[in-house]
T-cell receptor, first 112, second 111 residues
């Protein structure tokens, strides 16, 4: 069966510090991968999606970036965090051409 | 991409049937309608999907009228554990791979 992992589960970082969140998927090959952010009391905002290694599409201009160094690994990064980067970050995957997305457990990021 | 409108919140009591309606007036011809459920501090999970008329699974029913400008998620006999946010998301070839989440409907089930 397929599983999706995210770490860390929670993170507290000062403003201006770097960020690296990791997501890995097991049990499937060549998935579509997605990064979402959910601010407190808000809906999910799609940040990045990837249809293959090295292929990243950005949905929202921001100080975040994403990379996909391996087929089932998706990384969200920032060089300098802003207060507004606080939120709940979710990684998701789907099969190619598929419509159902499967979400990971999420990372709660607090920028202080 | 079709814009959706849902009630921000709803209250219900255990054992009642809950109907959440979503408006999507400009849904594309080949778009499907999908509903997701999200519990606090968890990622959303798929509930049900349909194109038109009625779809039923072990969790819910989805009613879509002929004009497809709205859809209604029906949860039979809700329990406290159904307290969650419910999202309506049209999707299809116009936005393949992208799920555009709105505010959703926060359902509070009371004892």
């Amino acid at each position: 069966s397929q599983t999706i992992h995210q770490w860390p589960a929670t993170l507290v970082q000062p403003v201006g510090s770097p960020l690296s969140l990791e997501c890995t998927v097991e049990g499937t090959s060549n998935p579509n991968l997605y990064w979402y952010r959910q601010a407190a009391g808000r809906g999910l905002q799609l940040l990045f999606y990837s249809v293959g290694i090295g292929q990243i599409s950005s949905e929202v201009p921001q100080n975040l970036s994403a990379s996909r160094p391996q087929d089932r690994q998706f990384i969200l990064s920032s060089k300098k965090l802003l207060l507004s980067d606080s939120g709940f970050y979710l990684c998701a995957w789907s099969v190619q051409q598929g419509w159902e997305q499967y979400f990971g457990p999420g990372t709660r990021l607090t920028v202080t | 991409l079709a814009k959706t409108t849902q009630p921000i919140s709803m209250d219900s009591y255990e054992g009642q049937e809950v109907n959440i309606t979503c408006s999507h007036n400009n849904i594309a011809t080949n778009d499907y309608i999908t509903w997701y459920q999200q519990f606090p501090s968890q990622g959303p999970r798929f509930i049900i999907q349909g194109y038109k008329t009625k779809v039923t699974n072990e969790v819910a029913s989805l009613f879509i009228p002929a004009d497809r400008k709205s859809s209604t998620l029906s949860l039979p006999r809700v329990s406290l554990s159904d307290t969650a946010v419910y999202y309506c998301l049209p999707h299809g070839s116009s936005n393949t791979g992208k799920l555009i989440f709105g505010q959703g409907t926060t359902l509070q089930v009371k004892p």
